[in-house]
């Protein structure tokens, strides 16, 4: 059987970046393709954008709804054998798709495989690369991380279809990494530690239209939506005062990363209480004390001990 991948795309109000993202797919090598764009609503001029790609592309408009209802919609008009997913202001590297089904081809039981990505800031730079090579049943992993790009993934068409499985309209945030929990359940996962993506940061997009408090929330709907899975639930209800406990320490050391240092200590602090083994997380102290340089300081001179260990 002849693979077809389709490829789904969102987009919002992307004009200045829509016409990048379909490039970078049309520019895959040795593959069969279906790029489908979901246009969400767009008040800009993305439609006109959208029209000078006549038949290379299926254009899909629904009124605005956000990400997961326009992924959802992609999915269920794809045919391809394989679904793959690319945020409309991100890219792919040329051979993305193809060494990412010669893992398919290779392991039958894998039914999601997602790649390392470059971040790239407003100006173009590159502000870090994000590799980890992870392989197998990563459930638990899942639940406390996330370290899957949307824009990186493919998997088996059968793996939605066969499960029902799709985006959570319910939820405002995380949508896609409660569906990577949800899979992680039922099919083994590999994260390659390839570079295919490059992912394109914007100032403070967690931050930007919500607050702390919202997406803390979000977090915990996302957790307790997990509580209705069959495949889920045990887990989830016996570990709840540990994922909420999560969700305060991810937004805690998101907020610390951004340079908030006055959000990201008082959201620790609330996360100590609810935990007091938080005291013993190797980040808290960093957070606490409010030192990003420190804590950069540190993971240089650890990496230069790992070096001279090896």
């Not at 040795?30 to 299926?58: Q, W």
């Not at 495949?231 to 570990?239: E, G, K, R, S, V």
């Amino acid at each position: 059987m002849t693979d077809l991948v389709s490829v789904i795309i969102p987009s919002y109000n992307c004009s200045s970046t829509i016409t990048r993202a379909i490039d970078s797919v049309l520019s895959q090598k040795n593959v069969i393709l279906e790029v489908i764009v979901v246009d969400d609503g767009s008040t800009d001029d993305t439609i006109a954008k959208l029209e000078t790609y006549s038949s290379s592309i299926t254009v899909i408009t629904i009124k605005n709804s956000g990400p997961a209802t326009a992924r959802n919609t992609g999915i269920t008009a794809s045919n391809g054998n394989f679904i793959a997913f690319l945020d409309a202001d991100d890219e792919w590297l040329p051979y993305k798709l193809s060494e990412q089904l010669k893992i398919f081809h290779d392991s039958p039981n894998v039914g999601m495989v997602s790649s390392a990505a470059e971040q790239i800031d407003a100006d173009g730079n590159i502000v870090v690369s994000c590799a980890r090579h992870l392989q197998g049943t990563l459930k638990t992993l899942l639940f406390y991380e996330n370290p899957i790009i949307t824009s990186s993934v493919i998997l088996r068409g059968e793996i939605l279809r066969d499960y029902g499985a799709n985006f959570c309209e319910k939820l405002r945030l995380a949508e896609d990494w409660q569906l990577w929990i949800r899979l992680s359940a039922i099919t083994e996962i590999v994260v390659l530690p390839r570079i295919f993506v490059r992912y394109h940061i914007h100032s403070s997009n967690l931050t930007k239209e919500f607050s702390a408090e919202e997406v803390y929330e979000s977090y915990i709907d996302m957790y307790d939506s997990l509580r209705d899975d069959p495949m889920l639930m045990d887990y989830a209800i016996a570990n709840w005062k540990k994922l909420q406990n999560n969700a305060m320490y991810l937004l805690s050391y998101h907020y610390f990363g951004i340079g908030n240092s006055f959000i990201a200590r008082n959201i620790m602090l609330k996360a100590i209480l609810l935990m007091p083994s938080n005291l013993f997380r190797k980040s808290t102290l960093w957070i606490l004390l409010g030192m990003p340089r420190l804590r950069n300081a540190l993971k240089k001179l650890h990496n230069v001990y790992i070096r001279h260990q090896q």
